[in-house]
């Protein structure tokens, strides 16, 4: 263990986040400074929080000092805790009370079109991000973290999912890969994560140790709720593989596909066109649907160019895709409105449900539009359609009495 | 003698000085409740036979230019913003006077800029007593402090054209840097090499100045076409190498945001006005530089597009985003306060539907009438909104005091005036309990549109019933305020001395409130 902690950012372009040092000393009682652009007008918020936590890890003797942009109070519990935890071995954890909202569950077939990305570690993008309505937010632990900045991420994330408000999207985390993931999951789970998303999944097997792990936190902490898997397929071997990790767990509610890692294993250039990873999206839409759960795009990494989002958007929708990644708020908008189902489709889904509605009323084993027989599945999908609609605001909820 | 001197409570609750610079001043008596009397101040009588037959008036340096205009201790001097970030004139005017001994100055600015940091010398060493004028950045921060001898002031364009007019501040001696003039004192803003679009803020200086001093960079021979200042009002012509480094009018809040939450209340506030019906064939608006403002505009462009609209004017700074809504026919006429990119010089030099405005015919408060009433949507922000719609546009919440008020103050007399604004910055809350410093009266402001919801002022009963069902986020301004506490927390009351460094102005003239100096 290191004599002094030091966890967060300050530098010139950090907004809502603070830089915390921690030393622990033997004698001198507790000497906490703040320099701080908010401290006229919270500066005795941040020193009390500050007394608060060290008297909550029962430190009586040390230096703090905390270089401050405006962060909020779980964002500096956050850096202080790290920052003390680097210094400090300790199974206590400061948690300020949750967010009652927070405690929502989400259902295994809920709309995932949009999930937006924000790194772990960069409290700035988090306040604001719920606001622009993505399906879900993801808080990244993975690649957007680095690797010198896991440890104290971990704390930002966890306060996170208590504290942020996610003005209802799916409270999502992505983990990190291998052993470190397993070990971020003490973080995630007692606190509500509704979906975790599994990076890297090659087999049955890397999804299966997460969920034994999830399981046992569960049992620990006594916890009821679904927690949602979404593995990301991101190699060859992943790709070979998919039909079996859909099937993993009971609890695996969608897959993603990674491009940007699965173009490096194949040794390709990602493309505009795509081609190069046509055959993986055919195979994880495929495998999915077989499985019975969503298929997942990847993210569409130009954020100035929406209307080349919008093609892409249109092309993932044709391969059968239920949602994509996004790392920008502007993009979201345009993701659900291309997902959306078109007019013509709305149309068409109208006459098929309600001709199956006649059908069901007068006892009819066939549904039939005009002097066409229609299917089951046809049937099904052209409900899909019109709940899709609705999610999407392309059509009332009360459309059949209008 | 004092700064400032008997202490009375205004019509707005504040407490504010009535002897400022030993000059008497009328505290604040309510919108529109103060009625001036007597007649408009004028400057000397002039004669042409005191002046060069040939009509040349070009003297060889502005030092000498200075001296010929009698410049003395107590002298008021005033300067003009029209080259914002980019002036080069108003530091040699108080090297100049520093230079010959010369103390006690009024500097009488429309503006100030962060480029003008190096007068705080002078401001420490006497040769400038105070500023009464906006005081942006460093300026601010040094007036905050305490710094400076005299009380400044600050005023709106509109009020400073109002003090000028009615005597409350005569100017001894206006300089004004023109990118063209001629020899007569004939001026403009729109050719030359410096071109920085319109000197309006200069027009009732040139008008009521006792002395007048054109400085250009390009002397043309007479006449000097458009004379947008008008050399029968200029006494001396001085030519320099560089008046003015128009690239610097550009700063950075002319840009169209790219913040995805910027974006959004942009777009919220021209929904907002598309719901509400402000917007219509023929309507006007105004919406500043910054770079939500200039977002809105541009919705406000798609809306009249999609319903092949055109607006009948926009008042502005103009910059590029305007001027593609002239050319585009989207709008018929540009009135220009002030020119904020190269395009808007442009535009203004070529295009006859792209005209130059003055605070006298936009803002100013003893005319029969002005422009800003005439506006049917404007777009302001705030440092600062109270639970009362009361705003605050030059302190910051810790006290400082950071931006100029501008035209501010005057565009609310426009028939509906919104507010974008986040609902915090960096944690800070902007809906507070109280504004720090009261610039704005709530029943001038209608709506504020925030990320996170809209309020209606409910003295603005026509929005809220027009804007109902409508799928609007509508809340009251008390909600706001307490979501933004719940995620920033409550914040703590700031401490600021009793001492007062700064009193502000409304429109009239009479004086609005008081800001005091930091504690360190």
Redesign the interface.
């Known amino acids: 263990m290191q004599k002094i902690g030091i966890a967060g950012n300050h530098d010139a372009g950090t907004k809502s986040d603070c830089m915390v040092h921690f030393e622990l000393l033997t004698e001198g009682g507790l000497n906490i400074e703040i320099k701080s652009k908010v401290k006229v007008i919270y500066g005795k918020t941040i020193l009390k929080l500050a007394h608060e936590i060290l008297s909550y890890f029962g430190i009586e003797n040390a230096k703090l000092i905390i270089e401050d942009s405006g962060a909020v109070d779980f964002v500096i519990a956050a850096r202080i805790e790290a920052a003390i935890k680097m210094v400090i071995d300790t199974d206590k954890e400061f948690l300020l009370p949750a967010l009652e909202e927070n405690h929502n569950t989400t259902k295994k077939d809920d709309f995932r079109f949009s999930r937006l990305y924000l790194p772990g570690n960069s409290p700035k993008l988090m306040l604001n991000a719920g606001i622009h309505k993505p399906n879900g937010l993801i808080l990244d632990l993975e690649d957007a973290v680095a690797p010198t900045k896991k440890f104290e991420a971990r704390f930002v994330v966890r306060n996170a999912l208590r504290n942020l408000n996610f003005y209802g999207a799916e409270r999502m985390v992505r983990i990190n890969q291998g052993k470190r993931g397993i070990e971020d999951l003490d973080f995630i789970i007692p606190h509500y994560a509704n979906l975790i998303l599994v990076p890297k999944c090659e087999s049955a097997k890397d999804l299966q140790a997460v969920n034994n792990k999830i399981e046992d936190i569960k049992k620990k902490y006594k916890l009821e709720h679904d927690v949602w898997l979404m593995p990301i397929i991101e190699s060859a071997k992943g790709v070979m593989h998919a039909y079996e990790i859909a099937q993993a767990c009971s609890n695996v509610s969608s897959m993603a596909i990674g491009l940007e890692d699965y173009t490096a294993d194949l040794g390709t250039m990602r493309t505009k066109a795509g081609t190069e990873s046509l055959f993986a999206r055919n195979m994880i839409v495929t495998a999915a649907i077989a499985a019975g759960i969503q298929a997942i795009d990847s993210v569409f990494s130009d954020v100035g160019d929406m209307e080349g989002l919008a093609e892409n958007v249109r092309t993932s929708k044709g391969l059968g895709f239920n949602g994509m990644g996004c790392i920008h708020p502007r993009q979201i908008r345009v993701i659900h409105d291309n997902f959306a189902p078109e007019q013509v489709e709305i149309e068409k889904a109208k006459k098929i449900v309600i001709a199956f509605n006649e059908a069901t009323e007068k006892g009819l084993g066939v549904v039939s539009l005009g002097s066409k027989m229609i299917d089951a599945p046809v049937v099904k999908r052209a409900q899909n359609t019109i709940t899709l609609a609705i999610n999407t605001g392309k059509l009332c909820s009360n459309w059949l009495d209008n | 003698m004092k700064k400032y001197d008997k202490l009375v409570t205004n019509a707005a609750g504040r407490i504010v000085p009535t002897i400022i610079n030993g000059e008497e001043h009328i505290p604040f008596k309510g919108v529109g409740k103060h009625r001036p009397t007597g007649r408009r101040y004028g400057p000397k009588l002039a004669s042409c036979a005191d002046y060069p037959d040939d009509g040349n008036k070009e003297v060889e340096s502005l030092k000498v230019a200075l001296q010929k205009a009698g410049l003395k201790d107590g002298m008021t001097i005033s300067t003009h913003h029209h080259f914002r970030n980019g002036d080069l004139i108003a530091n040699q005017i108080f090297d100049i006077a520093h230079e010959l001994g010369i103390k006690e100055l009024r500097w009488y600015p429309s503006a100030s800029f962060p480029c003008q940091e190096g007068l705080i010398k002078y401001l420490e060493d006497g040769t400038i007593n105070r500023i009464e004028g906006s005081m942006n950045g460093p300026l601010g921060k040094f007036t905050s402090e305490g710094g400076m001898k005299g009380l400044s002031i600050l005023r709106s364009h509109g009020g400073r054209y109002q003090a000028i007019q009615d005597g409350e501040v005569k100017i001894d001696i206006a300089v004004i840097a023109a990118p063209t003039a001629d020899f007569f004192g004939n001026a403009n803003g729109v050719n030359g090499d410096a071109a920085c679009g319109l000197l309006g803020f200069a027009l009732g200086d040139s008008q009521y100045a006792e002395r007048v001093i054109v400085v250009t960079d390009n002397l043309v021979p007479f006449p000097c076409v458009p004379w947008q200042i008008n050399g029968n009002y200029v006494d001396y012509v001085v030519k320099v190498d560089k008046v003015g480094l128009p690239e610097r009018i550009i700063s950075g809040t002319t840009e169209i945001t790219k913040s995805?939450?910027r974006?959004?209340i942009a777009e919220l506030t021209a929904e907002f006005c598309e719901k509400a019906g402000l917007i219509y064939d023929g309507f006007s608006y105004q919406a500043g530089a910054g770079g939500t403002a200039l977002s809105i505009g541009n919705y406000f462009g798609d809306i009249l597009r999609k319903n092949n609209w055109k607006a009948r004017f926009i008042r502005a700074g103009s910059n590029q985003y305007p001027v593609e809504l002239l050319e585009e026919g989207l709008v018929e006429y540009i009135l220009d306060g002030q020119t904020f990119d190269l395009e808007g010089v442009r535009s203004m030099r070529e295009n006859p539907n792209h005209l130059d405005t003055s605070p006298f015919t936009s803002y100013n408060y003893h005319s029969k009438g002005n422009f800003a009433q005439l506006v049917d949507i404007v777009v302001l922000g705030a440092t600062e909104v109270d639970v009362n719609f009361n705003a605050n546009v030059v302190t910051h919440?810790?006290?400082y005091l950071l931006h100029g008020i501008g035209g501010w103050q005057n565009c609310l007399a426009a028939k509906t005036t919104i507010m974008p604004i986040p609902l915090f910055?960096?944690?800070?809350p902007v809906i507070r309990d109280e504004v720090t410093t009261l610039c704005a009266p709530g029943e001038m402001i209608d709506v504020i549109v925030t990320?996170?919801g809209i309020a209606i002022n409910p003295l603005r009963q026509d929005l809220i019933e027009k804007t109902k069902g409508m799928g609007l986020p509508i809340k009251t301004i008390q909600e706001l305020k307490e979501e933004a506490e719940?995620?920033?927390?409550v914040?703590?009351k700031?401490?600021l001395s009793d001492e007062i460094v700064s009193v502000i102005k409304w429109v009239d003239g009479t004086v609005i409130d008081s800001v005091r100096k930091v504690i360190l």
């Open positions: 995805p939450d974006l959004l919440s810790d006290g910055r960096d944690r800070i990320e996170r719940a995620i920033c927390g914040p703590e700031i401490e």
